[in-house]
């Protein structure tokens, strides 16, 4: 919304986009412009959009294999993901 490609964050097409199986993440490229950490863009997910733990789970999942991390990295925070959902 920030940069104002959609009206409202309830109208952005995020929903349209995970239902039509794309590849989603969610990010905080710029936190200290935004003012909102990565634990409060998975809020919205909830807040706005309804996302249950696993559909955000899965948002989570997308970023970490998305990422440029090592592969341990990938492995270890991918574990976390999956014991918070768990």
């Given amino acids: 919304m920030l940069l104002g490609l959609v009206p409202s964050l309830a ?3 995020l929903p349209r986009l995970m239902d039509a199986g ?3 993440t969610v990010n905080t490229d710029i ?4 003012g909102a950490g990565l634990a409060a863009e998975y809020r919205l997910l909830r807040d706005t959009f309804g996302c249950e ?3 955000i789970a899965d948002v989570a999942r ?5 990422s440029f991390a090592q592969a341990d ?4 925070v991918l574990a976390g993901i999956n014991a ?3």
């Avoid at 997308?62 to 998305?66: D, I, T």
């Avoid at 990295?73 to 270890?76: A, G, I």
């Fill in 22 to 24: 794309l590849l989603v």
């Fill in 11 to 13: 109208e952005h097409p």
């Fill in 84 to 86: 918070w959902l768990a």
């Fill in 53 to 55: 733990d696993a559909a």
């Fill in 73 to 76: 990295v990938k492995k270890e």
């Fill in 31 to 34: 936190p200290a412009m935004t």
């Fill in 62 to 66: 997308a970023g970490v294999r998305a």
